[in-house]
């Protein structure tokens, strides 16, 4: 068989998908990418169907977020790939790594494809072309930042190519995908996306999720002055932590609440589920039972005892995000063992009813408010306004039912949002991207087999061998072919 694919020339993909709120139930047509682009229902659908892909994407993202770091770990099954990127063995021919790579690539067609289908379409008949010009830039924005953080250097696409061009590019610099399209989507996405939704469109891409995933984008740079002014922007746009931590994670309420900023949105029921709550529970009748989890449960992504350790005992986030090593406590509050042979530890985030297995309500909440304000007073506090960054941080202790820092020093308060970050985004897939961005990866890892160039990931083999020119695309260093 012919290669028909290669890693730039992905085929447009519309697909039949459906998603909390804005996707529609009715398959998009199947006919020629020339026949489509035409009218605003065919953008819609364009649109949706990058979004779609982010739906099978996130399903693994803990994988990269969480497993890898410190406070995960996998305690059975230790042969499949969580198990894998938990110990550092992960290589080049490994499916993650492929599938990852293409999963992004698939959104980086889609938006492009849109971007270079829409520019000469008329405005009178794409009524929402500026709207959907900023979500293809914010979705593009945010597939170049999880690939360069997961890969490093990577081809830096912007327009449609062929698959004979395709073969003649090769990895561009992380620098310069930042500078040239990271940065430059999210400005673009900013200015034109709403300040919210209404209806149906509830879940898409805001002007406070790019100004948000902006402000990050600046912090992950070290550019502390921009990632503190466009994280101050966000903070006069409504957005407010909830009262209570635990409702974040209650499936059965409104997702798009005070704190949510941008979801990877999924439905139950309509085959749109995620597999969070299957895949972190203990293999446990009886607590599947208790909690109305239906299907396999693979018990992966288990809390450390490090972690667990490391809670204050009066922090209201505890139960949630460790619950209870060995068990779990039922509706009369008996405690409830597990089996010796499953995983002991779990987190709560995810816990939610499920009628068909893999097919969850649970979200996955890419950045929210309680995120941007311990990236605010990180930056505040990397910009000499330590006092103001004790504001922000205690914010978030005050709701977790803790005391607040006063008179820290920068470096003693530096530590202290790291601190927090831990406690608060735990599971969230944000705790091994900190210690890779904070320079504290492998100090923290080096005990688990990383070795200092396991910061990013091996570019999958079948990429490697499709392109066979090392002089462009060659492996990430230490791991071979």
């Excluded at 997702?255 to 446990?284: A, L, V």
Aim: with cysteine; hydrophobic share 35%; charged share 20%.
């Amino acid at each position: 068989m012919k290669k028909i694919i290669s890693i730039l020339a992905l085929s447009i993909v519309f697909m039949a998908s459906c998603k909390k709120s804005f996707i529609e139930l009715t398959p998009p047509s199947s006919v020629s990418v020339d026949a489509v682009y035409k009218t605003d229902k065919d953008f819609q659908d364009a649109t949706t169907g990058v979004y779609s892909t982010y739906e099978d994407q996130y399903q693994n993202f803990w994988m990269f977020g969480d497993v890898r770091g410190d406070d995960s770990w996998q305690q059975v099954i230790k042969n499949s790939p969580w198990y894998f990127v938990d110990v550092f063995t992960t290589n080049s021919s490994d499916g993650l790594m492929s599938s990852t790579w293409l999963n992004y690539y698939k959104i980086i067609y889609g938006s492009n494809t849109i971007l270079s289908k829409i520019a000469a379409t008329d405005s009178a008949v794409v009524t929402n072309k500026q709207r959907y010009m900023a979500e293809a830039h914010f979705l593009r924005a945010l597939a170049y930042f999880d690939l360069v953080r997961i890969f490093g250097d990577v081809p830096m696409i912007t327009k449609p190519v062929t698959i004979e061009e395709s073969y003649k590019i090769g990895r561009e610099k992380v620098d310069d995908i930042y500078n040239k399209v990271i940065i430059p989507d999210l400005i673009a996405a900013e200015a034109a996306l709403p300040q919210k939704y209404t209806g149906p469109d509830i879940g898409r891409a805001t002007k406070g999720a790019a100004s948000a995933l902006l402000g990050k984008v600046y912090l992950y740079r070290k550019d502390f002055a921009n990632a503190e002014k466009k994280f101050q922007e966000v903070t006069t746009m409504g957005y407010a932590l909830l009262p209570n931590y635990n409702d974040l994670f209650d499936y059965t309420k409104d997702e798009h609440h005070s704190e949510y900023i941008f979801d990877i949105e999924y439905e139950q029921g309509i085959g749109r589920g995620s597999i969070f709550t299957n895949q972190f529970m203990p293999n446990s009748g009886p607590m599947a039972t208790f909690f109305g989890v239906n299907g396999t449960l693979q018990e992966t992504n288990s809390p450390t005892q490090k972690l667990m350790d490391a809670f204050d005992p009066n922090d209201k986030r505890k139960d949630i995000t460790v619950g209870v090593a060995g068990g779990f406590y039922n509706g009369n509050h008996d405690f409830i063992t597990l089996p010796p042979q499953t995983s002991q530890t779990y987190t709560k985030k995810y816990l939610t009813p499920v009628q068909t297995g893999n097919d969850s309500r649970a979200n996955w909440k890419v950045i929210r408010y309680g995120d941007v304000l311990l990236m605010y007073a990180e930056a505040l506090n990397e910009n000499g306004k330590t006092a103001e960054a004790l504001q922000y941080l205690n914010q978030i202790r005050t709701r977790a039912g803790l005391a607040g820092y006063s008179s820290l020093s920068p470096a003693d308060t530096r530590e202290k949002i790291y601190l927090e970050r831990r406690f608060e985004l735990s599971f969230e897939g944000q705790r091994w991207f900190d210690l890779v961005r904070t320079g504290r990866a492998y100090d923290t890892m080096k005990a688990t087999d990383m070795q200092p160039y396991m910061t990013v990931f091996p570019i999958p083999l079948t990429q490697i061998q499709l392109m066979n020119n090392p002089s462009i695309f060659p492996q990430n260093a230490g791991y071979g072919q």
